[in-house]
Nanobody, 119 residues
Framework: VQLQASGGGLVQAGGSLRLSCAAS????????MGWYHQVPGKQRELVAS???????NYGDSVKGRFTISMDNTKNTVYLQMTSLKLEDTAVYYC??????????????WGQGTQVTVSS
C-alpha cells in the first residue's frame, strides 16, 4: 500500500489550501482514510477522517474550517482547509485504515506534507 500526499505549502493566515492523498496498491477492504498533523515535540493528532461510507470525524480545532472528502473512484482523500490559523502550521500526514479480517486493522501512512501558515 502506498500513499502519496500533495498540496502543502505556505499560505497567509485566513487563507485556504487543499491537500490530496492518493492511495494505491492492495487497498481493498479499505475502512477509512484520514489526515493527522504533527508539530515538533508533540504527538500526531487527528485532523479529520472519513469512512468508505462517507462518515466523517473532525478534530475540535478544525471543526467548521476544514472539510474532508473522498473520491472512491480515484482512491483519493482531500482536505480542504479554510480560515487557516498560525496554529495550523504542521506536517500533515494521511493514512489509510484497512480491515480485511474481523478484528484485524492495518494502518498505513503517507510521507507527510508541510503546511506553513504565516501572519
Amino acid at each position: 500500500v502506498q500513499l502519496q500526499a500533495s498540496g502543502g505549502g505556505l499560505v497567509q493566515a485566513g487563507g485556504s489550501l487543499r491537500l490530496s492523498c492518493a492511495a494505491s496498491g492492495s487497498i481493498f477492504n479499505m475502512y477509512a482514510m484520514g489526515w493527522y498533523h504533527q508539530v515538533p515535540g508533540k504527538q500526531r493528532e487527528l485532523v479529520a477522517s472519513i469512512t468508505s461510507g462517507g462518515s466523517t470525524n473532525y478534530g475540535d480545532s478544525v471543526k467548521g474550517r476544514f472539510t474532508i472528502s473522498m473520491d472512491n473512484t480515484k482512491n483519493t482523500v482531500y482536505l480542504q482547509m479554510t480560515s487557516l490559523k498560525l496554529e495550523d502550521t504542521a506536517v500533515y500526514y494521511c493514512n489509510i485504515d484497512i480491515r480485511r479480517l474481523p478484528g484485524v486493522r492495518q494502518v498505513y501512512w503517507g510521507q507527510g506534507t508541510q503546511v506553513t501558515v504565516s501572519s
